[in-house]
């Protein structure tokens, strides 16, 4: 299966820690990336390399993969972090590009 | 960092060909990853293509390919977009992105601010 899996929501309580997870065969074998997506606007890079930030992401933004599994983790939920999460593979046979079908954090 | 910005008309009529440009500034685009993403309202992200290598390849969705050209103007720092026999299923916004991929890791670090395109008659 070229697919990559992720739950259509995800809620959280200020402060607490929210994970959002990415399944996908094989995604061990892979790299995976993470964006934030506000209404209204452009996706940002937040995780790349499953676990690497780019410059001026905030520390509570982290990643992992094991297994087929990849998750993105917020520490210290804030709401300026509802927003729309997609993770994204870019497969080294093919290379094609596969997005998630997206998270929507709520932070209540 | 690169700015990314879309261009072309707002409105298609089902059969004909969608065209866009993107518009490049603050960077080559001799290398990297050129690409088009689009997402349907209310809806997921969708990788269409991109091209590489100073324009001169290309990959595609299979899912798009038979429809998808994807084309570099390096004069201009330009590249675009064309999509063909559009149906109403082709409304979506469409971003224009920098990819960036060594053959393992790939990531898009640049995005434009998208543009709507609805398909009607």
């Known amino acids: 299966s070229s697919e990559l899996t992720q739950p259509p929501s995800v809620s959280v309580s200020p402060g607490q820690t929210a994970s959002i997870t990415c399944s996908g065969e094989r995604l061990r074998n892979k790299y995976v990336c993470w964006y934030q997506q506000k209404p209204g606007q452009s996706p940002v890079l937040v995780i790349y390399q499953d676990d690497k930030r780019p410059s001026g992401i905030p520390e509570r933004f982290s990643g992992s993969n094991s297994g087929n599994t990849a998750t993105l983790t917020i520490s210290g939920t804030q709401s300026m972090d509802e927003a729309d999460y997609y993770c994204q593979e870019w497969d080294s046979s093919t290379a094609y590009v596969l997005f998630g079908g997206g998270t929507k954090l709520t932070v209540l | 960092q690169v700015q990314l910005q879309e261009s072309g008309p707002g409105l298609v009529k089902p059969s004909e060909t969608l065209s866009l440009t993107c518009t490049v500034s603050?960077?080559?685009?001799?290398?990297?990853?050129w690409s088009w993403i689009r997402q349907p309202p209310g809806k997921g992200l969708e990788w269409i293509g991109y091209i590489y290598n100073s324009g001169g390849s290309t990959n595609y969705n299979p899912s798009l390919k038979s429809r998808v050209t994807i084309s570099v103007d390096t004069s201009k720092t330009q590249f675009s977009l064309e999509l063909s026999s559009v149906t109403a299923a082709d409304t979506a916004v469409y971003y224009c992105?920098?990819?960036?991929?060594?053959?393992?890791?790939?990531?898009?670090?640049?995005w434009g601010q998208g543009v709507l395109v609805t398909v009607s008659s």
């Open positions: 603050g960077g080559s685009i001799s290398s990297d990853y």
């Open positions: 992105a920098r990819g960036v991929w060594d053959g393992f890791h790939g990531k898009f670090e640049d």
